[in-house]
């Protein structure tokens, strides 16, 4: 996954999609979240109450312990927004959301263990499926035939996420991502293979974790074993790859960054500090 949007990271944290929205959305957060896994794993009338349950606890926990943080972390961030950075700097705020986002993960695989205990055959087979239908998603969004149309999309993207915090970018800003991604070593075929194994991979331990009815703990250490995959690839080839388009993509970032005008800068440090306003707000709730 690129980390060209450093500074969009902070929006990414609880999957949510703007300012205004965001109190609504995460107070809507257990119900948004279950219709979300239920796409995927397609929950009995039995295990429903349960799934829910340990979303009302995990979005309990995250409020109370969570939110404080993110906004004390955000403040730091919004720091930044009139200084020039360097790449290390975009990369730490990428770090620093990534940790959190750990966290959140790591309070989860309790629940998720015992849920994962009960699952049936049935349901590793939507979940392939659902897989599969993602993929093709994503597929029409990243790999079209037309290598110029692949590369007009790309920065469209990149575009929209810059434009989440910074408001409009001019031509010349406009340019600089252009001519970055031009020389990105993003390869989106290889993206691609790699979700797909990740995605095999987690299919075959699910079915072998359930035909020998494995103990919580060793579901435990499996779920754990997902995340860890995700963020560090089991394959050397394409940990060496990642490593590669993280440093360029942080360049890039602090690159964009310090090519913004004061308007732009005020218009990150103004979004930056309603989201954080608007975390200090539902931690109070």
Known sequence: MSRIGAWIIATALLLLSGCSALRFTYNQGPVLAYW????????????SPQVKQALADWFAWHRQTQLPDYATWLASVRA???????????????????????????????????????????????????????NQEVARDFLQPDLAERAEASLK??????????????????????????????????WMVERRARQ???????RRLIAEKADVPTVEAAVRRFEADAMSSPRPEYRAYVQRLVAANCELAAQLHNSMKPAQRQHAADKLRSWEEDFRALAAD
Do not use: N
């Not at 049936?120 to 392939?128: C, Y």
């Not at 810059?162 to 290889?190: C, H, N």
């Not at 095999?200 to 699910?206: A, D, N, P, S, Y």
């Open 36 to 47: 979300w896994l239920d796409g995927y794993m397609d929950f009995t009338d039995e295990q």
């Open 80 to 134: 930044l927004a009139f200084e020039k950075v360097s790449a290390a700097q975009m990369c730490a705020v990428s770090d620093g959301a990534q940790r959190r986002l750990d966290a959140a993960y790591a309070q989860a695989v309790p629940a998720m263990a015992v849920i994962t205990r009960t699952i049936t055959p049935a349901q590793i087979d939507h979940l392939e499926k659902r897989y599969a239908r993602k």
């Open 157 to 190: 993207r990149t575009v929209d996420r810059a434009e989440m915090i910074y408001g409009t970018l001019d031509d010349s800003q406009r340019k600089l991502l252009a001519d970055g991604l031009a020389v990105s070593p993003f390869d989106a075929q290889r």
């Open 200 to 206: 095999q991979e987690i299919v075959r331990t699910l």
